[in-house]
């Protein structure tokens, strides 16, 4: 099994900064999984914002992200983070950290093998 611990979310400005982090732990995990930030907001579907490779070279970004967002790891820590820069009120949501077996940068949501509880992120105007 994999556990997977968010934390580091909270009420900003917009404009302010956040950064998140995911720890994994668990008998069956390894740094080679892939990694990824995925956001819910009310009433909305949850939506793929970053992912990271076990490697760590390759990263994906929703549009809506880029150039505001880094995703990194720390290998040996097991811990991914989200750095958030330049945060806007429609970022408020529900942050969540996926695990994937297949080690890849992964979009999809389906395959995603394990989930942490997630984290609020409010950002008001």
């Known amino acids: 099994q994999v556990q997977l611990v968010e934390s580091g979310g909270g009420l900003v400005q917009a404009g302010g900064s956040l950064r998140l982090a995911c720890a994994a732990s668990?008998?069956?995990?390894?740094?080679?999984?892939?990694m990824g930030w995925f956001r819910q907001a009310p009433g909305k579907e949850r939506e793929f914002v970053a992912a990271?490779?076990?490697?760590?070279?390759?990263?994906n970004y929703a549009d809506s992200v880029k150039g505001r967002f880094t995703i990194s790891r720390d290998k040996a820590k097991n811990t991914v983070y989200l750095q958030m820069n330049s945060l806007k009120p429609e970022d408020t949501a529900v942050y969540y950290c996926?695990?994937?077996?297949?080690?890849?940068?992964?979009?999809?949501?389906?395959?995603?093998?394990?989930w942490g509880q997630g984290t609020q992120v409010t950002v008001s105007s």
């Open positions: 996926g695990a994937d077996y297949s080690g890849l940068a992964t979009v999809e949501r389906y395959k995603y093998d394990y």
């Open positions: 668990g008998r069956t995990f390894s740094s080679y999984y892939g």
């Open positions: 990271i490779s076990g490697s760590g070279i390759n990263t």
